[in-house]
């Protein structure tokens, strides 16, 4: 059985590890082989065949901090009036369409 290192994913500063095992096909008389990245410590029970449960870590949020809620509500404060304006210009589309609509219908009738 292999193993070969692998240097460069380091996943909440543990090593990992690209194990390959060779397994036996019982219907083609052959071989085939299994890889699997694993942290170093469970290589040598993966490739003993034992079941191997990982568990992903997520990272950590940060908090804001004192300093920020002003700034939080300078951001609301503007999304609020980007909205706003939004809102009008719809408004604005949807009377100008509607005035055409009449218009269109009272040149046809």
Do not use: H
Request: proline fraction near 6%.
């Amino acid at each position: 059985m292999a193993k070969k290192a692998v240097t460069s994913p380091l996943i909440g500063s543990k090593k990992l590890v690209k194990a390959i095992r060779v397994v036996k096909k019982d219907e083609d008389k052959g071989y085939c082989f299994d890889e699997k990245i694993l942290p170093q410590d469970l290589v040598n029970d993966w490739l003993a065949g034992k079941p191997i449960e990982t568990k992903q870590v997520e990272p950590a949020k940060e908090e804001p901090k004192a300093e920020e809620p002003a700034k939080l509500k300078s951001q609301k404060l503007k999304s609020q009036k980007l909205k706003s304006q939004k809102l009008k210009s719809q408004k604005l589309k949807s009377q100008q369409r509607k005035s055409l609509n009449q218009k269109t219908l009272n040149n046809i009738i």
